[in-house]
């Protein structure tokens, strides 16, 4: 079974633009979550969707993030203006919301603001 | 609400020595701890769980971790170090219900050394 599929795996941008990164989840999963990755903070959560449904955004950083999960196999984290400290990985997980709510992580993608 | 602190950002050891990395937990609800390693420009992929069964979870490659109440920890051993184990290795926690979010450790970057 293909894991979770993430693109782009880099993106070098400037600043000011708009970046999208997006997600396919394992089939069958119905929990969705973006973490970002850091030197200096680790591995934030910055939202999880369950069933679609945006349960938990308090890990946004600025209203310049958005993320939306339209349908259950596809999502999108969006950052509109983007700025040089948003430069970081960015990983998409997803669960099965069932059992011991392991997550199964895509290979990230790896955003440079200049 | 759940944390969890890793002890030692950096572990160093030689090839056949003993792996041990710590992580204490902190969690108002019983909880489900992980632990995930990390390969170079990789995703996160799971090392072992538990989830309120036996207190020594056995894991992939050898790694094997005991959860212990009474100390809130949920330490990461292996017998003898091989040097594929070079990683960055996270511990996790997550309240005891399917479709929450993990809360990530800073992570401990093991190097093993000939």
């Known amino acids: 079974d293909a894991g979770v599929i993430q693109s782009p795996r880099h993106e070098v941008t400037e600043m000011g633009q708009e970046v999208t990164l997006r997600c396919k989840p394992i089939?069958?999963?119905?929990?969705l979550f973006w973490y970002r990755q850091t030197m200096m903070r680790g591995l934030e959560l910055l939202i999880y969707?369950?069933?679609?449904?945006?349960?938990?955004d308090s890990g946004m950083p600025e209203d310049r993030f958005s993320a939306k999960m339209p349908n259950a196999s596809f999502s999108t984290l969006k950052i509109q203006p983007s700025e040089p400290r948003d430069s970081a990985v960015y990983f998409c997980?997803?669960?099965?919301?069932?059992?011991?709510?392991?997550?199964?992580f895509g290979e990230g993608s790896r955003l440079t603001v200049l | 609400a759940q944390s969890v602190t890793q002890l030692g950002s950096h572990v160093s050891v030689s090839e056949g020595a003993l792996v041990l990395l710590r992580c204490n937990y902190s969690s108002s609800v019983p909880p489900y701890l992980f632990w995930y390693v990390q390969y170079p420009n990789q995703g996160l992929q799971l090392l072992l769980k538990?989830?309120?069964?036996?207190?020594l979870v056995k894991g992939i490659n050898g790694f094997e971790a005991e959860f212990k109440k009474s100390e809130t920890s949920f330490h990461l051993t292996k017998p003898s170090a091989h040097m594929r184990d070079a990683a960055e290795y996270f511990c996790?926690?997550?309240?005891?219900?399917?479709?929450?979010?993990?809360?990530f450790g800073k992570g401990t970057t093991l190097s093993v050394s000939s």
């Open positions: 969707f369950n069933n679609n449904v945006p349960i938990d």
């Open positions: 997980a997803s669960s099965s919301g069932l059992g011991t709510g392991e997550l199964f």
């Open positions: 538990y989830t309120s069964a036996a207190t």
């Open positions: 089939s069958g999963h119905n929990s």
């Open positions: 996790a926690v997550s309240a005891n219900q399917a479709g929450t979010a993990l809360i």
